[in-house]
């Protein structure tokens, strides 16, 4: 892994053009040195039915200093954005040189107000969580504060909790099962594509009535 602490930075901008449409870019680099490039295109006027003035909308920079764990990559933000975690990309077998380990980032919509927002953090917003890879400590950590967050924002609403998911350490698994089982709101569970093992413990400690399953 790396010597020492590298800083991540994401630069965005949303520029409007003449005939009322759009393009959303993002750029990530890695100690200035650049590591995704992403660019979409958007056509059509904005939600109140005017074509935006043609220049620059949008812009942010955020900046997190990377620090490498044995199992997780973890992103201590250098500004107001909240610490997250990704499990860390498993080593190649004796890469000629250290290939880049990109951290999963969110990617970014533009919202129909004009604002861009992170598509996690959207979907928290809507009461969503979904869990989509293995469960280790730190994707236990992410979905617990999750649950504890909707609680504490409305008590009365449920919680829908998507799992795709082969399984993963007891441990982890049985803690978001006991915040589960805490929270004052229901969790609705909803099984989507695979769920093995002991997630099979979190599809089944949702709500009565409230516990489904895809076709697949």
Partial sequence: GPSGPSVLRRDMRLHASDDGGATYSELATIDGGAVGYSSLALL???????????GLLYERSDEWRLVFEPDAILFVPLGPDVLCSRPRPAAAAAPAR???EEPILPPYLPMPNGEVADLWSYLLRSRIIFIGNKINDAMAAEVVSG???????????DVRLYINCPGGMAHSVMGIYDTMQYLSCDVQTVALGVVGSSANLLLAGGADGKRMGTAN
Wanted: net charge negative; aromatic share 4%; no cysteine.
């Fill in 147 to 157: 649950l504890l967050y909707l609680e504490a924002l409305a008590p009365d609403e």
């Fill in 98 to 100: 250290a290939s880049a």
């Fill in 44 to 54: 059509g006027a904005n939600a109140t039915g005017a074509a935006p003035r043609a």
